[in-house]
């Protein structure tokens, strides 16, 4: 028996959308704590490592833990069905996922849901150097800016700044962020580094949780 | 502008009324000097003295308003002026079989001389139709119909309002076809109608795609598929429509490689690097089949003086990709993409498994010209015919790559995503730890 409740669709949009840029299948870990998901993408290129914390919801039933696969593509036409306006439950019913939408009118979809995935994906060991945290509107901005040159963008991250850059056939692109930059809430370099990484994903991934996230770390 | 005496024999003027063609060429200046004798543009044989002696040969039965001969069966519907287009039959002036003419999928192994003589030997009538026009009453539609239906050539009459003219344009994106004009009548004899096609013709509650598909697993080829969508004879009666030719055939590849590759999704990977090769009319064709899940690109490299190089000094190499998830804009590259997908997601689906696909197209100067897509989709279903080489690892794997193809393989990584992908970046699974 599972059932959560949120005050607004807003952020079951955004993450259901985030999902969707990586998988087409995804399988939800419901237990008592909360909701769970992690999945990588095909290539083994991009991760998402989510934890919803029960305290995150309204409403938040889970007596025992339960794993729920559902097609992304049909969740996201869904869920995006919602208003701004409405509350939004969820509950597991007969093997399908009853998805309620309350504001002047009760709205219900029954979702078939799929068979879940028994093995889990392993998070990768990294050592990682850095704690860049940015606002999320801000990232995608500059990443949209790189995006206008290049594929790729390299990020650098020194002792107090931190610099974006990217080269293509028509030229290259450098945005240098200082330590003061009001967009740049914290910048935690244990020793200077250098990534590179996929455009395409990035934004994929930060575009549809713009709408929902003030913050960003790297 | 320059006449056909400039660019073709005295012998073969003679026997030809010189005044119904004219030549347009976007590189005179190379082909004022050259006159098809110098080979200037580096091509084995003449382009333009090839689509000339073609006209030649049809030329003289059709000095009249009128042809009468058995069409494959054919259909050309235009794209300019959409959405009133010029649709019409096209007939030869032969009368007999002439079903080879119009089903590339048989034309490999066939003389490119002889595969022109097709192309140029359907004389195109054409009448300006709105396309949405097929849902209402028009007997002219009704017989195109019929013809497009036809499972054997059909004996045809066409009266055009002036004697048919072609122009031949050496700029390489009109499609080789014969001379053309306004059709003042058309009439048709019995035909023998295909009847899978015939009953999705006559189901107006059936989507097109669904029809489409239903064609496509019953057997029937590709490029007949194609010709009955491009008329409107599938889908729902209210959003039937023309669609012009050149849409339909992509439309038609993207529709079944799309459902093929939504099938071969539930495969297993493969377990080892395949490796194909497979050469013909001065093109490479090379396939590298990794052990991953379904992604594919397809990339074409232009030789310095093939149709779509004539300028520059170096190989030009392009592509576009698409990740597991699909694409969702149209390729630059065109609708070669998805002829090449639909071999691919064909041989895939064969073994059944899934595997990452980069299909790769060296275009060498000795190709004269660029005959369409079915030239990719057939000569890609052959790659798959070869016997592959077969690699452990990626290093192997991009070791046989570089040895298949004569473009250096870093020209070919600076452009590929997937080679891109490969050599540059970094895999998660790479980081995961032993017991997490």
Redesign the interface.
Known sequence: MFIARSETPEEWKAIAVAISTIVEEATFEVTPQGLNFRGMDPSHIALIDLNWPNTAFEKFECTQPVKIGAKMDDFVRLIKRASPSDKVEFETKDGSLLIKFFDSYKKEYLLHLIEPYTTSTPLPKLALNSKVMIKTKSLEKLLDDIQVVAETVTVSAKKDQLILEGQGDTGNAKITLDKTNEDLISIDVKEECVATYSLSHLLDIISSLTSVSENRSY | MSTLHDIVSEEIINEFNASSISIKSKFSSICIYCRGGRKLCGKAVCPITLKAISMVKVSKPISSNYVSGSSPPSVFVGRYGYPKVAVGPMVPPILGDTVIMDLPEKWIGTPLEQIIDYRYSLLRGKVDIKVTEVRTVNRFLDTLHELAMSSRPADSEVEFTKRPIGTIYLDDHSQPFGPSAPIKSFRLQSTHSDRSIEKLYYDTDLLAQEAVLELYRSGVEVSRIQRAFSVGMFGLKKNRRLVPTRWSITAVDSIISSEIIKRI?DYDTIDKFLLYRHTYMNNIFVALLLP????YEWMEAWFPGTFWNQNLSEVDVGGDYE???GRKTYPSIGGCYFSARLATAEALNKIRRQATALVLREIHPEFPLPLGVWFVRENIRRLFQQRPSTFEDLEQAFRGLSEALTVPLRKWIQKSEILK?HV??R???????SG?
């Open positions: 999704k991953e899940k379904w992604s990740s597991y998830g992908n540059f970046q895999r998660l699974s790479n980081y995961f730890g997490d």
